[in-house]
Each structure stands twice: as C-alpha cells, then as structure tokens.
C-alpha cells in the first residue's frame, strides 16, 4: 500500500465516529419488510400492517383484458416497473435462503413480501410469447403529484414479445422465480414447482427472442430503468439461479459457454439492478470446486471494495459510507455489503482468505465492513441519524413518496387531483404518514442530508434499496 493510500485509510477510520454498543437489528429487520407493505398495488390484505394505505390499481391491464393487478410500485411513484421488481424480489428470495434461519417471527413476513411479487410475476408472464415489463405511462406519472389510491394517469401496459424482445427483464423474472421457488419447497411445493416451471419457459424466451428491451421500450423505460449493461448478464444470472434451483447440467453448461460474452473490464465489481456481475461471481463461487474465472472475478471484488486495498474502486464518506457513482447511493451500499456478507461465507467454508496485494482479508473482515455499512445506515453516522423511516430517535421526515407525503384516504376521503398534488410536495411540513421501513437514497458525498422531499436522489426510499438490507440485518440480528 502506497503512503497517499495507507493514510488516506487512516483519515476514514479516524473520521468515522466510534461505534454504538449494539443496534436493534431486529427491530430494523421487521420494519425493513414493513416497507414492502406500503409499495403493494392491487387489493390490499387484512394482515396490512401499514394501514393508511388502501387499494389501488385495481384496473391494471384490463384496457387490453389481461390481469395485471398487484405487484411492488418500485420507489416513490405510481409506476410498476417490472425489470427492478424482480430483482427486488430476487434479493428478498436470496436474502432467505442465506439467513432465513436467522428471522424468527419475521421469515413469514418475509415469504408474504416475496409472494406478493412472484404471484404478480406470474401475472406478467401469463401469456405465452409476452412479458410485460411495465404498467404506467411513467411521464404522465411523474407530473402528478397523487396518492396511488386516486391516480388517473395513463395505466398503460408495456410488453416486450417474440418480435420486441426484452432478454434483460425476461431473464430477471426467470431469476426471480427461480429463486423464490426453492424459497417455497419446504412450505408449499406445488406453488414452489409453479413458479420454477414458469422460470425455465421465461428464461427460454429471454434467451431464444434475444435483444434489449431499450431497443423495444425505450421511450418508456428510459431514462428510469434503461439497461446500461446489456442483457447479457442477465441471460447469466437468470442461469445461475436455474441451476441452483434445478442442478440440471444445461444451466452449468449456459453460464461456462456464455460467461465469455460478459465486459471483461472492471464489470467484476458492479451489482444492482441492472449490472448483475458480482452476483453471477459471488453465486458461483458458493459451488465447491468452481473453475475459473469465477473465484478469481469474486477475489477481485472484495479488494475493489476493501478501503485499505491497494485496488479499492469505490469511495468512502468521511463518516465511512461506500460511494459509486450514480443516484440512490444507498442502493449500491445494501447490494454491495450483502455480497460481502455472503461471499464471508465461503470463504469459512473453505478455509480461506483473500489477499488484495500485499493486504490479506480473512472472512471476518468481510463481515466488519459490511457491518460498518449497516450501522452507518442505522445511526453509526457524523449526523447521528438513521436512514431508515421509523427507526431511531431521528429519520427521514420528507421523503420522496408520493403515498407517504398525501394525506390518507381515512384522513382526507376526496379526491387530490393531479395539480392539487403540489400543494403537498412543495410543503415544508414532514410528511403525514410513516413508510415504515423505508431506507431513502441517502447522504452525499460528505455525509450530509437535506431531508428535502425535492432532493430526489438523496430522499427516495426504493424497493432495491430493501432488499438485500433484509438479509444482512436477519444475519447481525443473531449475529
């Protein structure tokens, strides 16, 4: 480690404020599957915890007779983008297979959150050679400032198809219904084999009907979800997930024959819904004896993320918070530490550590940073404050959610119209109702925090952000 680096590391640790005796992570796990609660579209349960919100949606699809009502509004709008729902729902999935064992009371709570995706998911692929990958005309959404429960904009249903394809939210949902299949076989195995035979008939399609939904959609879906990395690595990921879920030799020979077609530069360190890199490493490399390059690109992760290695990528917060670029820092954050969580696994399992030049970190390091992130999401931060809604003495008040920040239906029963809107979302008042759970973008750069509903980057919770937080507090919780 050269002397800039070596004391660069200093200067993180010693800015970084001294650890709290103990978070409650159960406390935090329980209210981070609450949120889920709050994104549901469609008829909403008796067993909804969050209650100011009621039914919404009831009509998606119907305009062209099909049912696409359900599913996860992904962030603070109205709008069901399926490409990040899915890999919410296969985060959550993933999020219980690995600490499952760890949610006592919360893994039911877990298995409802994941079911309302998949039964949605099931929806979107219902008709034989269509996925619908959206459902709601996302420029008139955005220019309304209204409850799900009253919207009158555009419920347009946008489907990718044999001649339109969309290989990258295809072989997402064959991903997600992968891996919440094995999610359900111990408790219910007819729903387990249903949702598994629809993921090899998705991943089929994504794969036989190849191409980029951009190309389809891409008045529609860009620039919100836009597919920046190709749908090369998700044709991988969707296999991945199929042979964990099957052991069918077809899928181990699809990642060996098409791992070859992945971006060979730093791509080994992105993760998150769009770039599924790390992922297909990390995943592979829980299989003992894999070949190369796959414990090789998941070595290569950890350093890129490592503070004190010499090939670190990311960048830390004076208070110790990762940084990538882009919006929604947070998201990157809760992706990145779970597969470190994860990936310290292995390496117990094998007896190992990982060298990053003449640095060595052995599986415990691992799981110490990704706790660091956790806790600085927690409270552990130069603010003292949490950026999860609801948890702590001090949270996010005006969040970017358009739910959260209207008045209720039970507290105010007529109709807010798209203009009578903003009113709210111009407001300086904290918003009305608590999205329990909700972990906003979060802080800049330099650890500091608005709390502006307009400041949309730093101040909307998303479903992604969620879900692998999910897992790696189900694991600090017992841990």
């Given at each position: ?14 800015m ?19 949120f889920?609660?709050?994104?549901r ?140 299949s094995?999610?359900f ?17 998705v ?7 190849r ?31 199929l ?35 790390a ?9 003992p004896?894999?070949p ?9 992760f ?14 830390y ?25 994860v ?23 691992l ?6 992130q ?26 970017h ?70 897992g ?8």
């Open positions: 480690m050269n002397l800039i680096r070596w004391l660069s590391v200093l200067v993180v640790a010693a970084a404020p001294p650890p709290v005796a103990s978070h409650n992570y159960g406390d935090a796990l329980t209210k981070s599957i609450m889920y609660e709050g994104q579209s469609g008829k909403l349960p008796p067993t909804q915890r969050i209650t100011w919100r009621k039914d919404s949606g009831l009509r998606d699809g119907f305009e062209i007779g099909v049912d696409l009502v359900g599913g996860y509004y992904d962030a603070g709008d109205n709008v069901k983008f399926t490409f990040p729902m899915a890999f919410s729902i296969t985060m959550l999935a993933w999020s219980v297979l690995e600490f499952g064992q760890s949610m006592g009371s919360d893994l039911q709570r877990s298995l409802d959150a994941i079911q309302w995706g998949t039964d949605y998911l099931l929806k979107a692929t219902s008709i034989p050679g269509f996925v619908f990958a959206q459902v709601g005309n996302p420029y008139g959404d955005h220019k309304c400032w209204e409850r799900p429960e009253d919207m009158d904009t555009p419920r347009t249903p946008y489907a990718v198809s044999k001649e339109f394809p969309g290989s990258e939210v295809s072989a997402e949902i064959a991903a997600a219904l992968a891996a919440s094995m999610v076989r111990p408790t219910n195995r007819g729903y387990s084999a249903r949702l598994l035979k629809r993921a090899r008939m991943f089929e399609f994504a794969d036989k009907y191409g980029s939904y951009n190309d389809s959609l891409g008045p529609w879906v860009c620039p919100f979800y836009c597919d920046f990395s190709g749908y090369q690595d998700e044709l991988i990921w969707g296999a991945a997930w042979l964990r879920a099957t052991k069918a030799p077809f899928y181990w020979n699809y990642v060996l024959a098409n791992i070859k077609n992945l971006d060979k530069s730093s791509s080994f360190a992105e993760f998150g819904w769009d770039t599924k890199h992922g297909i490493n990390l995943i592979k490399s829980q299989t004896s894999v190369e390059p796959f414990i090789t690109n998941a070595n290569k950890v350093c890129s993320v490592l503070p004190e290695s010499p090939t670190v990528s990311v960048s917060s004076p208070g110790g918070l990762l940084f990538k670029p882009g919006g929604s820092n947070l998201q990157r954050t809760t992706a990145l530490s779970f597969l470190l969580l990936y310290s696994r292995s390496l117990s399992r094998d007896n190992r550590a990982i060298r990053c030049g003449n640095v060595v970190a052995n599986p415990a390091r799981v110490q940073v990704a706790r660091s956790v806790d600085y999401i927690l409270g552990s931060n130069p603010l003292k404050m949490s950026y999860m809604v609801g948890y702590g003495n001090k949270f996010p008040q005006k969040i959610h358009r739910g959260s920040s209207l008045p209720s239906v039970s507290q105010h029963s007529q109709r807010i119209d798209c203009e009578g809107g903003g009113t709210y979302f111009s407001s300086n008042d904290p918003n009305p109702n608590f999205l329990t759970g909700a972990v906003v973008g979060g802080p800049d750069i330099k650890d500091s925090y608005a709390d502006s509903r307009a400041d949309f980057v730093h101040s909307e919770p998303t479903t992604y952000i969620n879900a692998p937080l999910v790696l507090l189900a694991y600090f919780k017992s841990h």
